[in-house]
């Protein structure tokens, strides 16, 4: 069992930047592949980021590709989203997720086993 917290969301201007942490307790971060997932009222939860339990490939949903960047802290067991240009439309509840995730599936919802209950990120325009 996993649990995982995120924290590090908040308010910030377009163009500005916030560092997004999940720690976890009860295992470690190194045991699994990590995602970052966002999700909004009006949309489903939809793939962010996501990195390898080898932390040898890292993937990127094309509308945050150049712009946001994944890695783990396995000294700390956390992982990080670094998150830079933000733009409106980055306006999301973001979610940390754990799971033992093949490489076709890490942008898939239903292949994490563990979430944290997700983190406010709003830009303004």
């Known amino acids: 069992q996993v649990q995982l917290v995120e924290s590090g969301g908040g308010l910030v201007q377009a163009g500005g930047s916030l560092r997004l942490s999940c720690a976890a307790s009860?295992?470690?971060?190194?045991?699994?592949?990590m995602g970052w997932f966002r999700q909004t009222p009006e949309k489903e939860r939809e793939f962010v980021a996501a990195?390898?339990?080898?932390?040898?490939?890292?993937y990127y949903a094309d509308s945050v590709k150049g712009r946001f960047t994944i890695s783990r802290d396995n000294a700390k067991n956390t992982v990080l989203l670094q998150m830079n240009s933000l733009k409106p439309d980055d306006t999301a509840v973001y979610y940390c997720?754990?799971?033992?995730?093949?490489?076709?599936?890490?942008?898939?919802?239903?292949?994490?086993?563990?979430w944290g209950r997700g983190t406010q990120v709003t830009v303004s325009s």
């Open positions: 997720a754990a799971g033992p995730v093949r490489a076709f599936q890490m942008d898939r919802p239903y292949a994490y086993d563990y």
């Open positions: 009860g295992r470690a971060v190194s045991s699994y592949a």
């Open positions: 990195i390898s339990r080898s932390d040898t490939s890292t």
